[in-house]
Every structure is written in C-alpha cells, then in structure tokens.
C-alpha cells in the first residue's frame, strides 16, 4: 500500500484549470511571449492537492516558460483521474505518483498510452504520528501494541468515545480504517477534510499542547514547525498489503515517480526531455513547499526563489 488515493469525483473533467498566460484576455494584445497563439509551445501539468506535489509542479513550470520558452497549463486534479487524464493526452505529465500498479499495469504495460518518466528523487512514507512533545512524557506511546493505553488522551467530539486518528482528505486512500480494525485499536478514524485542514488541526493542538494521532506523510515540510515521531506499526513485508481488508502492517517506502503520455514523451522535444531529467532532493521540495504553504509566497515566487539559488541543478536537467 502506498500513498494512493481514489476520488470521490465522477468525472475526471470536473476540475479546476488555472492557466498561468494572461487569463482570459485577448493574448495577442498582450506583452506576453506567448502571445502568438498558433506558434505557442504548450505543456498541461496535473497539480495534486498536496503541497509537495504543488512545489514540483512549481519549479517545472517556472524553467519550462522562463529557460524553455513555453506556455505552462496546470490541471488541478486527484491521482486516479489524472492517470485517465494522462492516458488521453488531456494533460502530459504527471511529476509525483506515489504508486498505482493497477494504473501502471493497464496504462503503460497493456495500453502503452502512458510513459514511464522516471524517478523524481525523493521517497515518500505515510505513517501514524504523535508529536514529539507527548512522546517526552510516554515514551512507549511508538510502540502501536500500547496506543489502547492512551486513546483516552485522544478522544474528541468527532471520535465516539474513542480515541481520534486524524486523517487528511476523504479521497484519500488509506489503510487506516482496516488497520483500526484488524489491530483490534480503541480508536476511530476522523477525516479533517483536506490537507490544509489537516495542518490547521496539528497547528492548533501542537499550540496548546495537546495529544493528537495522526495519519501524515514524508516529506512533508510541516515537521519542521511541528516535530513529530511515528508510531511503529506491525512491520511492512512485501505482500502485506495486498488484501486491503486483512492489512494489519506498516506503511511502505515509495520512490516517488513521474509519468508522461506517451505521445507527449516521443515527440514533447525539449519539454520532454527536461520533465525526464527533471530530478531533486527532498530537501529542494521542503524547501520550495515551505514557502508556499508557511511563508505564502505564491508557487511561482517560491519557485523563482529557489531556482535563482540553485542554478547548478536546474541547469542539468536542460543539458
């Protein structure tokens, strides 16, 4: 299992399209250099909803138009969707997959619509979290064999009685709910809504002090404001997640990956071949993440920020 999710949505075209020209003025009366609409070079991104993905697409977009030279459309949309999306040419890339072998079987290995795109360079983990002040004061409270002990500290309005285990977004998939279950926990599984409202509830316990159990994710740049440590869970074998309803193990390590439609890898040019070489750290994601969802510059401020102090590493993905 890994961090894959299904969507509540019916259909993958109801999204939010932001394109990132002049807005729906008349381009060709624009200073834009994209203002000759037949020769416009043109390339649509899927934006996930979390911030790390948003800082990807940030960065690519940002050396796309100001190095390259092209005009940058981004499609905000869930993952199951954008694999439709990007099997139809609706959209070309697609920069952080945390891992769809059904996707990836029939996309790329039976239909061949889809494209490998290699690796982005950095490995994601979901876990279950407490924050490391109330670890300070029950330290056997990472063992998962002693969450029982302490589901009184968690219990909230939303959770029955129960201790809460707060997940993010209901279209997240997760395996919480069969964990819950299997491990026979006191506990109850609570979606915030979002991410962002995920973050604004650690935010506020992590403010006054308070316990709290929480679904979360590496990397993710809000451990650096609010230091967290995982509960150990039963530990991930390979296999052990194949039947959802009998999951009683950890979480996996995903290398996170990038995928393009074919058409669009053959004969996307430049474009193509920078989005393949297209590679970073962790760190670089924390780093641009941050500021866009703590210091609120916006993606291409945050974007530029980094790029003009990281020339050596963008530079290699045009080479």
């Not at 009683?248 to 474009?271: E, I, R, S, V």
Request: proline letters at 5%; one cysteine or more; hydrophobic letters at 40%.
């Amino acid at each position: 299992m890994v961090r894959t999710r299904t969507t509540m949505m019916t259909a993958a075209l109801a999204v939010l399209v932001l394109t990132t020209g002049c807005g729906a003025a008349d381009m060709t009366k624009q200073a834009s250099p994209f203002a000759g609409a037949q020769g416009a070079k043109t390339v649509t991104l899927s934006v996930p909803s979390w911030v790390g993905a948003q800082a990807n697409v940030a960065v690519a977009q940002y050396v796309l138009e100001h190095k390259l030279g092209y005009r940058v459309d981004t499609v905000q949309i869930d993952e199951v969707p954008a694999w439709d999306a990007l099997s139809q040419g609706r959209i070309d890339a697609l920069l952080e997959d945390w891992g769809h072998p059904d996707q990836e079987k029939r996309y790329v290995d039976d239909k061949k619509t889809i494209a490998r795109g290699g690796g982005l360079g950095v490995t994601g983990h979901i876990g279950w979290f407490v924050p490391t002040y109330l670890v300070k004061q029950h330290p056997d409270i990472t063992d998962w064999r002693n969450l029982d002990k302490y589901a009184h500290l968690f219990r909230t309005a939303e959770s029955g009685g129960k201790g809460q285990l707060m997940d993010g977004s209901p279209s997240y998939v997760t395996n919480d709910k069969a964990l819950v279950n299997n491990l026979k926990l006191d506990y109850q599984v609570v979606f915030a809504g979002s991410e962002a409202a995920q973050i604004t509830q650690i935010r506020q316990f992590a403010k006054e002090h308070k316990p709290f159990l929480t679904y979360w994710y590496a990397p993710q740049w809000l451990f650096k404001k609010v230091p967290m440590t995982e509960v150990k869970l039963p530990p991930y074998k390979e296999g052990c997640d194949e039947d959802a309803a009998k999951i009683t193990c950890a979480y996996p390590h995903t290398p996170l990956q990038k995928y393009l439609n074919a058409g669009f890898a053959k004969d996307g040019g430049k474009a193509a071949a920078f989005l393949k070489k297209f590679r970073w750290s962790t760190e670089d994601q924390n780093q641009v993440a941050l500021l866009i969802a703590d210091r609120k510059l916006t993606p291409e401020q945050a974007a530029k920020k980094w790029v003009d102090s990281h020339p050596s590493t963008w530079r290699a993905w045009l080479s």
